[in-house]
């Protein structure tokens, strides 16, 4: 009877602390929220490009956290590789690899997106990001082309007129204080994701960018 009960409490810590392990979430200080990529609380629509977690190999490629995420597989290396879309790129946000980030808010408004990314190309560059299984104007089309080889942080739209993307379009817009959810998704393989910052300011954030703001 002793030996069941033991057995039920392992079972139960077990389950909690896998719950607690999935139940990530963040939570705004001063119009600031930040997080890493890997601490997502799910993955969906991942059958054709899946995140993946990756750790530092090379002390030169420094990540935050020592982990960031990577897009695989990559098969549009180069601008030469056939783009198929809804396998290796998705103009369209929130069809392919969606991230989740549960986040409590308490002051409303504008929020600028940033994101820190290690690009080597012209086709591992761009990102959406959506707001409570909504995927708005100011989130499509993130996009980097300064800073190849490195990481860099960037809070910047595509447009027609400018591919390498205009300051202050790419922000989420919170209405209602409480929890909402962040979202990432893809818009091209081989994207290397390893932190994001929401902030009220557009004040781009230095190196590895502050620690998260974790709500538990
Ligand atoms: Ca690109
Ligand atoms: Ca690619
Ligand atoms: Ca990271």
Redesign the pocket.
């Given at each position: 009877m002793l030996k069941a009960k033991v057995l039920i409490f392992i079972i139960l810590s077990i389950t909690s602390v896998s719950l607690l392990k999935a139940q990530i979430v963040f939570k705004e200080i001063n119009g600031m929220v930040i997080g890493?990529?890997?601490s997502y609380s799910s993955q969906t629509n991942d059958e054709a490009r899946r995140w993946k977690l990756i750790a530092n190999k090379d002390p030169v490629i420094t990540?935050?956290?020592s982990?960031?995420l990577e897009l695989l597989p990559d098969t549009r290396k180069t601008h030469d590789d056939p783009l198929i879309r809804g396998e290796n790129f998705s103009n369209e946000p929130g069809k392919m690899a969606i991230l989740t980030y549960p986040i409590d808010f308490k002051t409303t408004g504008r929020y600028y997106v940033w994101v820190r990314t290690y690009s080597t190309g012209t086709e591992d560059n761009g990102i959406h990001v959506g707001l409570d299984g909504e995927w708005p104007d100011s989130g499509q089309r993130m996009q980097w082309c300064e800073g190849k080889n490195q990481w860099a942080w960037a809070s910047k739209q595509r447009t027609e007129e400018n591919h390498c993307g205009e300051e202050r379009l790419i922000y989420l817009d919170i209405d209602e204080p409480g929890r909402h959810t962040l979202h990432f998704s893809m818009r091209e393989d081989g994207f290397a994701f390893?932190?994001w910052v929401l902030e009220k300011e557009y004040d781009k954030p230095v190196g590895m960018g502050p620690p998260s703001t974790l709500a538990n």
């Open positions: 890493e990529a890997e990540a935050s956290n982990y960031y390893d932190k």
